[in-house]
């Protein structure tokens, strides 16, 4: 930074500095009365307030701030960047060292939060906020010992923060006092009534202890403090269950999966909304590519009855055609490239169409004159309508189970009548023999 001073620069004499004086007063009155040129008027223009006060601030000041405002926007790597440069411009920034520890230790990136920590009371020893993120991030290391002598001390310096004392408890309940957890959890809720860590952690201590009742009691609390807490009606429920009152337990547990269903459905159907629009994209993407190059051009004089897409020969996609006078099968642009060709099946040439269905499609396959058989896969749902086609066309006989229920009776009629035929013969057969019997039975007498 520049130092301002008052006294006159050296080597300039007094009657040329009065010379610059009226001039530049003279410059001042051509300009506020609007006879300098509007270029030198933006030039000339006075910076504001913000500029002048961001100038002079040092540089890891404003890193600071651009750190705290990307944390506010829970881009936290950010936040740290900027922090880390502010420490390289002043190492003695202790706020620097005690926001750079908070955010590590929220990014469960314990060392480096140790580490900063300890700079921050070296610089600043009796800073309570640094020994609570400093005892947070040894009880996160599993060094409960040590974690709870610096909450101590967090909660000395500090009797009003009730994250410390809770963050305190914690560490005493991981050590298995569970009795002197409850107590100091019971000092933060006098600190904070609607704490509700304080709430939940009472109440695990006191299941701990194996006092229900208590539990239940802390968990009701922490309801009350947290109507819409899917973690305190989970614990509500859990300790009813474990007092007996079943009905009363999967009522909370209901309650907690309906509030964690609603807390996640916004992020959740965002997702699914996306990842489905996404594959229909992709779907419409890959069938435009596919099938849009597929374009057919009937003769002169050759009407079109109907086309299908999603029709496959020799494992290419493409188009099923039928016209007036033949069936084309047109593959798609990209195929073609690589060697697919059209087949063109004239009305005449056809000796017969067969079909092959299976529970994932089918199959028509196109015998010729010359014996030359032509196979299309495609669905059921192209299969279906390319019969019904067909058979109106009469390229192909209809199903017989199509068939109209008079013929099947004209069908099951003829092995009647031949019956009727064979008794019939029976009968003068013997007609026959009893005359023979007669004639000689009137010989022999």
Known sequence: MLEKTSATPIGYPSHRIKAAFLISSLCMTLYTSGLLPSGAQSKAKVPDSKTIQS?????????????????????????????????????????????????????????????????CLALRPNYAPAHSVLGRALAGKRNLNDAAVELSEAVRLDPTNATS??????????????????????????????????HLGLASALGKLNDKAGQIEACRN????????????????????????????VSEVVKSNFLRVQESWNDFLGMFLTAWASVFLAFAAIFAVLFAGSRFKPQEGEVVLKSFFLTFYKDKPGRFVVTDTRIVFVPESFSAWFGATRVSIQRPQIESINYL???????????????????????????????????????????????????????????????????????????????????KDSENS
């Open 55 to 119: 100038a002079n601030q040092p540089a890891d000041v404003i890193l600071m701030a651009k750190a705290r405002s990307a944390e506010s926007d829970d881009r936290y790597d950010v936040a740290c960047d900027y922090l880390s440069q502010a420490i390289a411009v002043n190492p003695k920034n202790a706020d620097a060292h005690y926001l750079l520890a908070l955010f590590k230790g929220r990014q469960n990136n314990y060392d480096v939060s140790i580490d900063h920590a300890k700079k």
């Open 165 to 198: 004392y809770s963050n305190l408890a914690a560490v005493k309940g991981m050590q298995g006092e569970y009795q002197k957890s409850g107590d100091i959890y019971r000092q933060a809720l006098k600190i904070a009534p609607t704490n509700l860590t304080a």
């Open 357 to 439: 269905s299976t529970v994932g499609g089918g199959t028509v396959s196109i015998l010729t004159r010359d014996k030359s058989v032509h196979q299309f896969r495609m669905p059921l749902l192209v299969l279906d309508p390319v019969r019904s086609l067909l058979v109106s066309q009469g390229l192909t006989a209809p199903d017989p189970l199509d068939m109209p229920a008079a013929t099947s009776e004209v069908v099951k009629a003829e092995p009647a009548s031949d019956e009727i035929k064979v008794e019939t013969n029976v009968d003068v057969i013997n007609a026959e023999i009893d005359i023979k019997d007669v004639k």
């Open 222 to 249: 922490a309801v009350k403090v947290a109507p819409k807490s899917s973690i305190a009606h989970g614990r509500l429920g859990y300790a009813l269950t474990q007092n007996g009152d079943t009905m009363g337990g």
